[in-house]
């Protein structure tokens, strides 16, 4: 309980040159710091609403990892969660750094001409741009529960996916970039049939033609000229002859995708031009997403999964050597957020330098976001398990307890028993309280050896949720591999006042 007495006082702003993995960030305790290792291992909040776990640990967290000259992304479910980012901002003196994305602000990331033309190897790699695209399209898929069920969904998604393959191709043959409105002019003026291909009319008016004949004009390397044949093939033989239902299937699958980004505030902040990249994080910037959730509904999430995945592709291709500064990515509320990537990122962003901070109610909010099937379960547990720290606030949910407690695990515990046991003259004697003056009666006494959870799952309903009048959070605290020198354990129960 005394990781109250040691928390940073002021937050000096950093402007390392290096960063080292031993820095230390904060102390739960007078003997027990949490250094930048600890952090890029990656961190899990959970607790009850009301719990404190933004403004007890989540507040803590995130002005060390400000003070100590981070880069980040923040994701937003709550209204109120730009205030409170801009108010951490300029406790530790990085107003200048934070960076507002969202409907009121002019900052646009066109992010399929980013990954076209960013530098790096992999850049330019039309099934990276195709993978962007399906990986940000999981939360729309999910949120409607597409497919059915259907045992064709895969056929169509698969025919949807080559669909936008070719297309991504013959924009950026013909013009050099791309974006989600001029793949979608292609797919609908594409040829229905061999003989509209010879009529003037169609040729004149079709912009899919039009993209041919560019890119038919243009230099093109060896490879490049190798993809416009395959695209001119697909386009002038294979699309013509499929089956009308067939085509109007997939025509209508691609667009199911593209439609939330042709229009509105998406096509304005995705497919316009680009004034901010996930690369700006490694100098130094804090990128938030002012979008929540409970306000801008599916657009909002579908944005900051966009960014998310974004984010993650990017930093984990950055050169630690060239550019070690550590970055955060920071989502309250993760479960609207969370996709089947997660936990494939997790397992490698340590080497990235990427300090991963997800805050949730529950164990089972993250198994329902991700399907609420098995799939989702082995995914929770895979991501959850790659998140090394993690902080546990009050809770009144009982999967999450028992999760927890299962977590922290067993030890070997001791029960001590006695009895007393009188033969039946002896009743008389034994209620006067002279039960020493009786001569059949036995006492006994003894230990038995039993493996018990070392933090029962009541506990967890027992801790401090703050608000006045001590304004103080109580959390639990795990590390696995590691033994608190204030407990001697792999927990620590320790305290964060929260700021009124």
């Known amino acids: 309980m005394l990781g109250r007495l040691f928390r940073r006082k002021s937050f000096p702003l950093a402007r390392c040159l290096r960063w080292e993995l031993s820095d230390e960030l904060l ?19 959970l607790g009850a609403t009301g719990s404190g776990k933004t403004s007890g640990s989540g507040a803590t967290i995130a002005r060390s990892y400000l003070a100590a000259g981070f880069g980040g992304l923040v994701l937003t479910a709550k209204s109120d969660e730009r205030a409170l980012w801009e108010g951490y901002c300029r406790e530790t003196n990085r107003s200048g750094d934070l960076v507002i994305v969202g409907a009121d ?19 330019g790699l039309t099934e990276n741009i195709v993978t962007l695209f399906s990986n940000v399209m999981e939360i729309r898929e999910r949120n409607a529960a597409s497919g059915g069920g259907r045992e064709d969904g895969t056929f ?79 386009y002038l033989l294979e699309w013509v002859n499929l089956a009308e239902r067939t085509r109007s299937v997939i025509q209508a ?128 547990d895979s991501l959850l398990a790659n998140l090394n720290t993690k902080i546990l606030h009050a809770n009144g949910d009982a999967v999450t307890n028992e999760w927890a407690s299962r977590l922290i695990g067993r030890s070997r515990q001791f029960l ?21 003056l009786g001569h059949g009666g036995s006492t006994t006494a003894g230990f038995s050896e039993t493996f018990e959870f070392e933090v029962q799952p009541r506990e967890f309903t027992r801790l401090r949720t703050g608000g006045p009048p001590q304004w103080m959070v109580d959390g639990i605290v795990f590390q696995n591999g590691r033994m608190f020198e204030a407990s001697g354990r792999t927990w620590l129960e320790t305290s964060f006042r929260q700021r009124p």
């Open 27 to 45: 102390r739960w305790s007078r003997d027990d710091a949490w250094t930048l290792r600890d952090a890029v291992e990656g961190t899990l909040i």
């Open 105 to 123: 602000t002019a900052m646009r990331f066109n992010f399929l001409d980013h990954e076209l033309n960013r530098t790096g190897s992999g850049a």
């Open 156 to 234: 169509w998604k698969q025919g949807a996916l080559k669909c936008m393959r070719n297309a991504v191709d013959l924009v950026s043959l013909a013009t050099g970039k791309v974006s989600v409105p001029d793949l979608v002019r292609v797919v609908l003026s594409a040829p229905l049939s061999p003989a509209q291909i010879r009529d003037k009319d169609w040729q004149q008016g079709s912009f899919c033609f039009h993209c041919l004949k560019e890119a038919d004009k243009r230099d093109k390397s060896p490879r490049q000229q190798h993809d416009f044949g395959v695209v001119a093939d697909y």
């Open 253 to 380: 699958t691609f667009m199911g995708w593209a439609d939330l980004l042709v229009r509105g505030l998406l096509r304005e902040l995705f497919c316009t031009d680009t004034t901010i990249t996930p690369e700006d994080v490694e100098r130094g910037r804090i990128i938030l997403v002012d979008l929540p959730v409970k306000e801008f509904g599916e657009v909002g999430q579908f944005a900051q999964v966009l960014w998310k995945y974004a984010f993650q592709r990017s930093i984990e291709r950055r050169n630690v050597a060239a550019s070690s500064r550590p970055v955060f990515l920071w989502a309250d509320e993760a479960q609207q957020f969370v996709t089947s990537y997660d936990h494939s990122f997790q397992t490698t962003c340590r080497a990235a330098r990427v300090a991963t901070v997800l805050l949730s109610q529950n164990y089972s909010n993250f198994i329902a976001a991700l399907g609420g099937n098995e799939k989702a379960r082995a995914e929770t």
């Open 416 to 436: 001590a028993s006695g009895n007393n046991s009188y033969d039946a003259e002896d009743q008389w004697t034994a209620s006067l309280g002279l039960d020493w």
